[in-house]
């Protein structure tokens, strides 16, 4: 039978850098896209016999900001990677971001199979994205809509993030607002909210260091996240996942096949892959990516953090992964198939995050996370690693 397979492509190029990214993206490398794009194409097609014999179940292509380099970009990737896909129907989910779209771009995504858009918001409010380095405003978040509502698309994602520079409880409460006013006109099915990250390279770290910038207290960050949980679930938005809310039937089919521990292949720059019971990731070097696979450059590699993992480890693994989703684990399906009892086997972790009110077993069927254990999921990982 064949093996079911996600594909994730990575589009490393954006507007500007936003002040919070830490994510390998370019702003000052435009002159490589047409190298990169080649490169990409050539990277999937070396993996044309792995892809022949898989069920390709769903396609993803981020970024980056895959929806600022021209359409043709896209539509090239897309006409090699259909050449594997047999179902029609599969997930195709393009990133798009607010000030980097146009009518024609997305007739041409569509063209090519794209049914999902997932558009990275962030905030509605001007001031807030300003201060984070964003390079639209939601005005063209409005067009956007627009324009993805003239094009009859049925299936839209947005990313959120909380909390940022000047974003207080009531902005926060006005803007969940706004955009539940907006998702039953406008097919917003599925909303992801992200806690921020600062990582030290970041030039928000840096406005944060010296007091340019404040974000709200701990506190106040609990009562923004009960906030976002409460009212979009009192909207239908179910929350399947840690940061993910979604209108029943619109759950990220990709994101849950992560989660599942299923398989998939990254292509392009910084890309990660999990295949045959190994991880790996590629090199995050641009220039490396284009050499290695434009001028078949043999003697370097650009597969790096290759890990082989061992049963325990993909048993461990799996208990995490699962554990994000609301669902959380059947346990007479997982101790069939990794037999064992995980109830014994972990039953030291087990017991200690039931104490701490973190995870529950419902009828003894069920292992999941509480609420609460939502929202402190990394004490939990913390003893399954
Ligand atoms: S658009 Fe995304 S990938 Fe690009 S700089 Fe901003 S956060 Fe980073």
Redesign the pocket.
């Known amino acids: 039978m064949n093996k079911d397979l996600a594909i994730y492509i990575h589009i490393p190029f954006?507007i500007?850098?936003?002040y919070?990214?830490d994510?390998i993206?370019f702003?000052n490398k435009d002159e490589l896209i047409s190298n990169y794009i080649d490169s990409l194409c050539n990277e999937i097609l070396s993996y044309s016999d792995i892809l022949s014999e898989c069920n390709i179940t769903s396609i993803y292509i981020g970024?980056?900001?895959p929806s600022y380099i021209d359409s043709k970009y896209i539509s090239k990737i897309l006409s090699i990677l259909n050449l594997f896909v047999t179902n029609n129907d599969i997930e195709k989910t393009i990133e798009i971001?607010p000030n980097s779209i146009t009518l024609d771009k997305i007739k041409d995504y569509i063209s090519n199979g794209i049914n999902r858009f997932s558009i990275?918001l962030q905030s509605t409010h001007d001031e807030v994205l300003k201060l984070i380095g964003?390079s639209h405003n939601y005005n063209d978040f409005l067009n956007t809509l627009k324009i993805l509502k003239e094009c009859n698309v049925s299936n839209i994602s947005l990313d959120l993030i909380y909390p940022l520079p000047n974003l207080n409880l009531s902005l926060l409460d006005k803007s969940i607002d706004s955009i539940l006013d907006l998702s039953k006109e406008n097919n917003i099915k599925h909303i992801s909210v992200y806690n921020l990250e600062v990582h030290e390279n970041t030039k928000l770290h840096f406005l944060l260091k010296e007091n340019f910038l404040n974000l709200v207290s701990e506190d106040e960050e609990y009562e923004m996240k009960n906030l976002i949980n409460s009212k979009l679930e009192d909207n239908n938005f179910n929350r399947y996942e840690i940061s993910n809310y979604a209108i029943k039937g619109y759950e990220s089919k990709h994101n849950l096949n992560y989660w599942k521990q299923g398989m998939y292949l990254g292509f392009g720059v910084a890309a990660s892959s999990f295949f045959n019971n190994t991880r790996y990731t590629n090199t995050n070097d641009i220039n490396k990516y284009i050499d290695f696979n434009l001028n078949n450059n043999s003697s370097i590699s650009i597969k790096e953090e290759v890990i082989d993992l061992d049963d325990y480890d993909i048993i461990k693994e799996n208990i995490i992964l699962a554990l994000r989703l609301k669902e959380g684990i059947n346990i007479q399906e997982f101790n069939n198939k990794f037999k064992i009892d995980i109830l014994k086997q972990f039953k030291n972790e087990i017991d200690k995050c039931i104490h701490k009110g973190l995870l529950e077993i419902e009828n003894n069927i069920i292992l999941r996370l509480t609420n609460k254990g939502f929202d402190f999921a990394n004490i939990v990982w913390q003893e399954f690693v």
């Open positions: 954006c500007n850098k936003c919070y990214c994510f993206s702003d970024g980056g900001t971001n990275g964003r």
